[in-house]
């Protein structure tokens, strides 16, 4: 009976560390998992990202973006409620790039928002983003962003919508709503082209998303170079750009209004160009 104990005892003890190893590979940078896409964060540090903040203190974008549990990042795990509300104002306005410019691919992560708020969030809520073809890496940069954003004031989904920074691109909407409440319509359900502009470019009215329940949203934008951008949230279409007026650029998070956790951060390169109906089915 004792030896058959000290077998399971070491069988156990075999099996966990079989599980922290599979860990390990599936957060290291660089690991590819079944469907070839790159992880790009190990849960453990920012070694592999280039990481800044509006106020320029030594160490603070390390305090601001930092390990949580299972390979999560924690944004604002430091940082007292309210901070940058009164003093410090908007100094934790932080990103972390990717080293490397990219043209072709899907990037893919996951958020869930926290309870603790920061810097100008009377302004914009829940607030953070994704910014792609980067071509100015500065806080704000200039690109076009994923917006990641919920409005509890409104019970009101910001994500997907899209953020202009410097760009051009063809986009279209429902063609009976004003200026400034247009969404989403792809031109299958009656979208028409709109003018070029700046800001905000909202996403499909009826997305799905998980607002301050402590349930994670999965994000992805699909990028073909200047041909298309298609914006994914928890697996529906919500935003498409055409006509890009850049074909390249880096990748980056933000940490803006609040308490903000990402996860499962990965991109997946395509050689040649793929037609965007692959991608809209």
């Not at 099996?15 to 190893?21: D, G, M």
């Not at 390990?24 to 990202?49: P, S």
Request: net charge neutral; aromatic share 14%.
């Amino acid at each position: 009976m004792k030896f058959l104990k000290l077998k399971v005892i070491a069988l156990l003890c075999v099996c966990s560390l079989i599980n922290a190893q599979k860990k390990q590979t599936a957060l290291k940078v660089g690991a590819v998992d079944k469907q070839g896409y790159t992880n790009l964060y190990n849960g453990h540090d920012m070694d592999n990202w280039n990481i800044m903040c509006r106020d320029k203190q030594e160490g603070l974008a390390a305090r601001v973006f930092t390990a949580g549990e299972n390979g999560e990042m924690h944004v604002f795990k430091n940082f007292p409620d309210e901070y940058g509300f009164i003093e410090n104002k908007s100094g934790t306005h932080c990103m972390f790039f990717t080293n490397e410019s990219y043209s072709r691919y899907s990037f893919k992560f996951e958020y869930k928002w926290g309870t603790k708020r920061y810097n100008n969030f009377s302004q914009f809520q829940y607030d953070a983003g994704l910014y792609f073809h980067v071509f100015d890496v500065a806080i704000w940069p200039k690109g076009i962003e994923y917006q990641v954003r919920y409005d509890h004031t409104k019970n009101e989904n910001h994500t997907g919508d899209i953020w202009n920074s410097g760009a051009d691109f063809d986009w279209t909407s429902a063609a009976n709503e004003d200026s400034k409440s247009r969404t989403y319509l792809s031109p299958k359900e009656g979208g028409i082209p709109q003018e070029h502009k700046q800001g905000e470019h909202k996403a499909y009215k009826n997305a799905p998303f998980h607002a301050l329940d402590g349930q994670w949203n999965q994000c992805e934008v699909i990028v073909m170079g200047n041909k298309y951008a298609i914006y994914k949230l928890n697996g529906k279409v919500v935003n498409v750009i055409t006509n890009l007026s850049h074909s390249e650029g880096s990748i980056g998070l933000q940490a803006e209004t609040a308490e903000v956790f990402y996860r499962n951060i990965k991109i997946k390169e395509f050689k040649n160009d793929i037609p965007m109906d692959v991608f809209l089915k």
